[in-house]
C-alpha cells in the first residue's frame, strides 16, 4: 500500500538515491546531472515549503515538494515537483502524489498550481499531468537541453484550484 509522509531533513539521506538516480539521466529536470548531495538537499528540501515521500512497502519509491511559484503577490500559486524511482515507474506512484499534492496545496492555502518546465519529451509526464487537470498554457522553444536530444521544448502547464 502506497503511504506518503512529510518528510524531514533528516530523512533526507533516504531520499537522495531518488532524487540523485533522476537527476543524472538528465531528461527531465533542469538541475545538473552532477548535481551534489548538498546542493539537492537545498532543492529538495530546504527551498520547497514542503517535501513528502512516498513509501511503497516501507521503501522509499518517490518524493516531491511544493512552494510558492513567486514571491508576493503571485505566491498564491504554488510549483510542485515530483521524483519517482526507476524501478517503480508505472505503478500509479506519480498520480498519487500528484493528487495528494493538490490536496496539500489546497491546505497550505494555494490558489493554483504551475508546472514551470515540463520536458515535452517526458510524454508520460505531461499526460499524466493533463489527466490530472492540468492545461499547457504555453511553449517554450528549446528551453530544455536535454542530455540525450538536444534542445527541446518544454512546456508551462497550470492548474487553477479553488473556485472563484
Known sequence: MLDIKLAQNDGFEAIWPVVHEVLRTGDTYPFAPETTREEAFQIWMKK??????????????????????????????????????????????????????????????????????VVSTNTGAVKLWQDMGFEIIGTLSKAFNHREKGFVDAFVMYQWLDEI
Open 48 to 117: 520547497p515549503q514542503a517535501t513528502y515521500v512516498a513509501y511503497l512497502d516501507d521503501e522509499i519509491v518517490g518524493t516531491y515538494y511544493i512552494k510558492a511559484n513567486q514571491p508576493g503577490l503571485g505566491s498564491h500559486v504554488c510549483n510542485a515537483g515530483y521524483m519517482v524511482r526507476a524501478g517503480a515507474r508505472g505503478k500509479g506512484i506519480g498520480k498519487a502524489m500528484c493528487k495528494h499534492s493538490l490536496g496539500e496545496a489546497r491546505k497550505l492555502g494555494f490558489k493554483a498550481m504551475q508546472y514551470n518546465l
